[in-house]
């Protein structure tokens, strides 16, 4: 049976964490195709304490196989009235499948049930599966303080000037006037 005909998303559990850094990593070779940025493919993926983090404030959602190994993750944080996602990563044989919009899409539905404001987060401009990507989901550029600490952060962390971008989509219904 294939993995993605079985697979499905569930939060992630205190046992997961330790397996979503291998996760990040599969997922990330894809970046070996993207001029200038073939060294993330090499980078240190999230650590299983910050993993573990995000599971205890139940953040963090995995797409697990028809044996229920995680193989896809979600993790996100709360700033204020702000679901913050931190990581979407999925192993390369469920690539291209529709799994990393149904986690981005459970991350905007949880923030959506918690009476949030918004999904927020930081990633390349230019990179088909990062802002043209999160487009399509609704989310647009935005910009404050907090996602400005990130962005400048992850510049002197390597990442090339003006690479990046924040990005927000709302989920809140406006008060009718």
Same mark, same amino acid.
């Given at each position: 049976?294939?993995?993605?005909?079985?697979?499905?998303?569930?939060?992630?559990?205190?046992?997961?964490?330790?397996?979503?850094? %291998? =996760? @990040?990593?599969?997922? $990330? +070779?894809?970046?070996r *195709?993207?001029?200038?940025?073939?060294?993330?493919?090499?980078?240190?993926?999230?650590?299983?304490?910050?993993?573990?983090?995000?599971?205890?404030?139940?953040?963090?959602?995995?797409?697990?196989?028809?044996?229920?190994?995680?193989?896809?993750?979600?993790?996100?944080e709360?700033?204020?009235?702000?679901?913050?996602?931190?990581?979407?990563?999925?192993?390369?044989?469920?690539?291209?499948?529709?799994?990393?919009?149904?986690?981005?899409?459970? %991350? =905007? @539905?949880?923030?959506? $049930? +918690?009476?949030?404001? *918004?999904?927020?987060?930081?990633?390349?401009?230019?990179?088909?599966?990062?802002?043209?990507?999160?487009?399509?989901?609704?989310?647009?550029?935005?910009?404050?303080?907090?996602?400005e600490?990130?962005?400048?952060?992850?510049?002197?962390?390597?990442f090339?000037?003006?690479?990046?971008?924040?990005?927000?989509?709302?989920?809140?219904?406006?008060?009718?006037?």
């Amino acid at each position: 049976m294939a993995a993605e005909q079985s697979a499905y998303i569930r939060l992630a559990r205190a046992q997961d964490a330790g397996l979503l850094p %291998a =996760i @990040e990593q599969c997922a $990330a +070779q894809a970046f070996r *195709a993207i001029e200038g940025l073939a060294w993330l493919a090499d980078a240190a993926p999230i650590g299983v304490e910050c993993h573990r983090q995000w599971i205890a404030l139940s953040t963090c959602w995995v797409v697990v196989d028809d044996l229920d190994h995680p193989q896809g993750f979600l993790s996100a944080e709360r700033f204020g009235d702000d679901l913050h996602i931190h990581e979407v990563s999925v192993a390369q044989p469920l690539q291209g499948q529709g799994w990393g919009r149904r986690l981005v899409e459970t %991350a =905007i @539905e949880h923030a959506r $049930a +918690q009476h949030l404001r *918004a999904v927020t987060l930081t990633t390349f401009k230019h990179v088909p599966w990062n802002a043209p990507f999160y487009r399509r989901l609704g989310f647009a550029p935005h910009v404050d303080s907090r996602l400005e600490t990130i962005l400048a952060d992850e510049y002197a962390h390597g990442f090339e000037p003006g690479s990046r971008c924040a990005m927000a989509c709302p989920v809140t219904c406006p008060n009718p006037s």
